[in-house]
């Protein structure tokens, strides 16, 4: 007995008559009544009574048309619960992000993803590169973006932008996003910069030394708030990434240049566990931030080559 003779007897029991149950199903008359005769003989019992005028059901017959009815309709229950839960995802996603990107995506990624996806609760905890690596292994965190260290145990990292950094000075300087820099122009300048284990730091550092100069760090800070607040009081300038300042430059508190000779780029990653499975929301969930990178990075918000 299977779900397929159930639906045939169903429609034999309500039109009483083989021929019309047959049109209705537009199968061939011999099959459907082989259909109904495996199904008496799978159960021993005799479902219908055959006369002149069509079939009419025994009472046994009357027993099953209640039960498959119930059968059915339990199946198909089924179906759309499973279904429901399918098309239903929800839960909690972990997103680490080191606070420049949390400034540059944070808002436009979480109403992006909840207009669609309204039942995942979503967390979004800024961190340096190293908390958030823990945040990952430890399993704190479903996601981090992080800023490019190499390969780690139990780690799964994909690409997913190169930024351009800017050197970020007051209004009064005129910057301007078109007009690059010379990197050795930073040796002539007071700078507000990120603590010396900042990774920023480190690659700023790194590359003055290529250079063979010194840069003049006038204000150590390493929150970012902060770093745009003493630049735009004309106190010196820092180095960040356009996303960062983009609103800034907009509204005139700041000004931006690229810094050339060479372009200071960081490379970005996604990072997973590979020691636990990933949920479904976190899977779309990185879906949807690899998309709003590439939308940010095509409306000129986010300077930089996408690694996707």
């Not at 009419?56 to 498959?68: E, F, K, P, Q, V």
């Not at 540059?104 to 690596?133: K, M, N, Q």
Request: hydrophobic share 45%; net charge negative; glycine share 8%.
């Amino acid at each position: 007995m299977d779900l397929r003779q159930l639906r045939t007897f169903l429609h034999v029991a309500e039109l009483g008559s083989l021929s019309h149950a047959a049109e209705r199903l537009h199968i061939a008359q011999p099959a459907l009544g082989r259909q109904i005769r495996l199904l008496e003989e799978d159960l021993g019992v005799a479902l219908f009574t055959r006369h002149g005028r069509g079939m009419a059901l025994t009472s046994a017959g009357r027993i099953l048309t209640d039960r498959a009815t119930a059968i059915l309709r339990l199946v198909e229950d089924t179906r759309a619960q499973v279904s429901a839960e399918l098309d239903t995802i929800r839960g909690t996603v972990c997103l680490g992000v080191p606070p420049t990107v949390g400034e540059v995506i944070a808002g436009r990624l979480a109403e992006r993803f909840l207009r669609d996806y309204p039942e995942v609760a979503l967390r979004i905890v800024p961190a340096f590169s190293g908390y958030l690596l823990d945040m990952i292994q430890s399993g704190e965190a479903d996601l981090a973006v992080m800023y490019e260290t190499g390969a780690t145990a139990h780690v799964r990292t994909e690409p997913l932008i190169e930024e351009t950094l800017y050197l970020v000075g007051p209004p009064a300087m005129e910057l301007d996003v078109d007009a690059p820099l010379a990197f050795r122009s930073l040796a002539d300048l007071p700078m507000i910069l990120p603590g010396p284990r900042h990774g920023l730091r480190k690659l700023l550092e790194a590359e003055a030394r290529r250079r063979d100069i010194t840069l003049r760090v006038l204000v150590e800070a390493d929150a970012l708030q902060t770093l745009k607040e003493l630049v735009a009081r004309g106190l010196g300038y820092t180095v960040l990434p356009l996303a960062v300042v983009h609103a800034d430059v907009q509204a005139g508190t700041l000004c931006a240049g690229p810094i050339m000779g060479p372009a200071l780029t960081r490379k970005m990653v996604l990072t997973r566990s590979l020691a636990r499975p990933e949920t479904n929301a976190a899977r779309i969930f990185a879906s949807t931030l690899k998309a709003e990178t590439a939308d940010m990075v095509r409306e000129g918000i986010w300077q930089g080559e996408l690694l996707f």
